[in-house]
């Protein structure tokens, strides 16, 4: 059954589609096995499977954009039938971070999806400006290249301030993506050069592991609340890391200068 959507009038189709022919889109998240057994315990509680997966045709195989956790689920319990599906048109399936809404993704699954997205993409003509909508933050792609360097990178704890100093860069992205690396690089020299050394001298005086990350953004900020940062990405790395050095060296009451009860800055 064919029908145009209600927003863009874009046409859909609605179809019964076989198990065989249905994989993940090769830029979904990661699968988080404990929400797919709750899937299937759920399906099997229920007795019914009700929500259409969102996919994509091409090439005679049809790639799950929204639903890939379901997908498993259904899986893990039967091996055919088929599935109620919604096929949108391969162009729109990009947007994946936006439609995946089944398990709101973290920091990591979004970094994960828009690194997977973009070097999809470097073969195109393009710059970072124009796939925005694809990747929704450029810092994202910077962090993914990080997890995928070392996955306890703490970009959740970064992101705040990071995310307004990376901004797009005006090349191509086969260039760009060059200058993102070594965007990463900095952020990578921060981590292991003064996050991880504050990071235990906290645990030391024991402060609570999960405050940890949360004053240390907020102590090594040198910009406040300020939402626009004028400075260039290198720029504003230099004062982040000259006030991540003066912070490391503070031994002012024997806690690195730190005053719990002070408020923090985003």
């Known amino acids: 059954m064919r029908y145009r959507e209600p927003v863009g009038k874009v046409e859909v189709e609605f179809k019964l589609i076989p198990l065989s022919e249905l994989k993940p889109a090769p830029f979904q998240r990661e699968i988080s096995e404990a929400h797919v057994k ?78 997977k997205i973009y070097r999809e993409m470097l073969p195109l003509n393009v710059t970072e400006r124009e796939i925005l909508d694809f990747i929704t933050e450029p810092c994202y792609v910077t962090f993914g290249i990080l997890y995928e360097r070392n996955e306890r ?76 940062i004028e400075e260039d990405f290198d720029s504003a790395m230099d004062k982040i890391i000259e006030r991540a050095r003066e912070f490391l060296e503070e031994e002012s009451d024997g806690d690195l200068g730190l005053e719990l009860g002070q408020p923090f800055e985003h």
């Open 38 to 115: 709750k899937l299937s315990e759920a399906i099997l509680k229920v007795g019914m499977f009700i929500d259409p997966l969102v996919v994509y045709e091409k090439g005679g195989t049809y790639y799950v954009v929204n639903g890939q956790h379901r997908l498993e689920a259904y899986r893990n319990l039967f091996s055919e039938g088929e599935l109620p599906c919604i096929v949108i048109p391969e162009e729109k399936a990009k947007y994946i971070i936006t439609l995946n809404t089944e398990k709101s993704p973290s920091i990591k699954d979004k970094s994960t999806e828009a690194l």
């Open 153 to 228: 990178f703490p970009a959740s704890a970064l992101h705040s301030l990071i995310k307004r100093i990376d901004k797009p860069i005006e090349k191509p992205l086969s260039e760009a993506f060059e200058e993102r690396k070594k965007r990463a690089d900095r952020l990578e020299e921060l981590y292991e050069n003064y996050y991880l050394p504050i990071r235990n001298k906290l645990l030391e005086k024991g402060v609570n592991q999960l405050y940890v990350g949360q004053i240390i953004a907020s102590r090594i900020n040198p910009f406040g609340r300020k939402r626009i």
